[in-house]
């Protein structure tokens, strides 16, 4: 299977590097397309083949991830429609409907939310299907995905809360990351190796909730009492820093629902 992906930017990139990484797909069966030639230059120091014509990459794939900015994606389906029929494209488009591309083509179509840590397979995501996908259109999708990360199908009136929760939350992480970096620093260690402790504690905790799926029982089990934890909970809880993310989430599924079409 011949495999395009339209748009080498951050997340079409990061695609491309986990989906090779997780040895899913092999560089031979990838071509990639940006108007960027030094984009492009990037994915084919990874033997990947290239091109600045959409059109010639949907005609020469089985199936397309469409990885370019919202406001750009009817221009880039009005350049590869007439070429469309019998192709899969999967949107990873922020706001972009399934109805949107399948009335603009001839294709069927796949809506995907995923966030930028495909790069290193630790990808989150959830697809939805378009009226005309098929059973096989989502076992590819889904093993694709999978292969790079945690995936799950929902109901596409529910990608706006998936934009705002695991789509824009790797900012989120980092936010929290560079702080604890930060007082780490102002308490006597180097910077690289609090951003190394910040890092490998995120990493370590998301594992273990994976694992247990009991944040609530966790946070008791480390919060000993008259213990060391439980005075840097009870700051988080006086600044309400849980009621902050949970509103960050909501704004940013909003403002997904004002982008949406």
């Not at 010639?56 to 919202?70: N, R, T």
């Not at 009335?103 to 809506?111: D, N």
């Not at 290193?120 to 093993?143: H, I, N, Q, W, Y």
């Amino acid at each position: 299977m011949k495999i395009g992906i339209i748009g080498a930017g951050n997340l079409g990139s990061s695609l491309v590097r986990g989906l090779l990484t997780s040895g899913a797909i092999k560089a031979n069966e990838l071509t990639v397309s940006d108007l960027d030639e030094r984009r492009l230059k990037e994915m084919e120091k990874l033997g990947i083949e290239t091109t600045t014509d959409n059109k010639k990459l949907v005609k020469s794939c089985d199936a397309a991830f469409i990885s370019v900015k919202p406001d750009i994606v009817e221009s880039v389906l009005k350049e590869v429609e007439e070429v469309s029929k019998n192709m899969l494209f999967v949107s990873v488009a922020a706001g972009v409907s399934t109805k949107f591309i399948e009335e603009r083509t001839k294709a069927r179509v796949v809506r995907v939310m995923p966030n930028i840590c495909g790069a290193v397979a630790e990808m989150a995501s959830c697809f939805s299907f378009g009226k005309r996908a098929t059973p096989e259109d989502g076992e590819l999708v889904e093993r694709l995905l999978g292969s790079i990360g945690s995936t799950s199908k929902v109901d596409e009136e529910l990608m706006d809360a998936v934009t705002g929760l695991s789509g824009s939350g790797p900012a989120y992480f980092y936010l929290f990351i560079k702080a604890m970096q930060e007082a780490g620093v102002e308490l006597g260690l180097s910077s690289e190796v609090a951003l190394k402790l910040a890092a490998q504690t995120a990493k370590g905790a998301g594992e273990i909730v994976l694992k247990t799926g009991s944040p609530d029982d966790l946070i008791k089990q480390v919060c000993t009492p008259k213990g060391t934890t439980i005075e840097g909970i009870k700051v988080l809880e006086n600044k309400k820093v849980a009621e902050a993310i949970k509103e960050a989430v909501k704004a940013a599924a909003k403002r997904a629902k004002e982008l949406s079409r």
